[in-house]
Nanobody, 113 residues
Framework: QVQLVESGGGLVQPGGSLRLSCAAS????????MAWYRRAPGKQRELVAR???????VYADSMKDRFTVSRDNAKNTVYLQMNSLKPEDTAVYYC???????WGQGTQVTVSS
């Protein structure tokens, strides 16, 4: 089992940036593909980005030009850099071991002026 703890959320103005972090503990982090999801108010959870154990990344179309997912296996951490944030990016963002039911508790991101 892997325990995941997200951090880095908060309130940001439109056009601003945030970097989310997801610290993992437990089994060998580097062997897992990791993902970021989000759930906006009144909407279903959606995949934001994922990264394989080897660092290959995949993004949702609406975010690939603004968001960057990365990982530091030495620190057991995966990151989501979010730039040019829009009000519609407001959501709870969750870290996930891709393809499993291992989730973090989520971190709130609010984009508002």
């Amino acid at each position: 089992q892997v325990q995941l703890v997200e951090s880095g959320g908060g309130l940001v103005q439109p056009g601003g940036s945030l970097r989310l972090s997801c610290a993992a503990s437990g089994r060998i982090f580097s062997a897992y593909a990791m993902a970021w999801y989000r759930r906006a108010p009144g909407k279903q959870r959606e995949l934001v980005a994922r990264i394989t154990s080897g660092g290959i990344t995949v993004y949702a179309d609406s975010m690939k030009d603004r968001f960057t997912v990365s990982r530091d296996n030495a620190k057991n951490t995966v990151y989501l850099q979010m730039n040019s944030l829009k009000p519609e990016d407001t959501a709870v963002y969750y870290c996930n071991v891709f393809g499993t039911e291992m989730w973090g508790q989520g971190t709130q991101v609010t984009v508002s002026s």
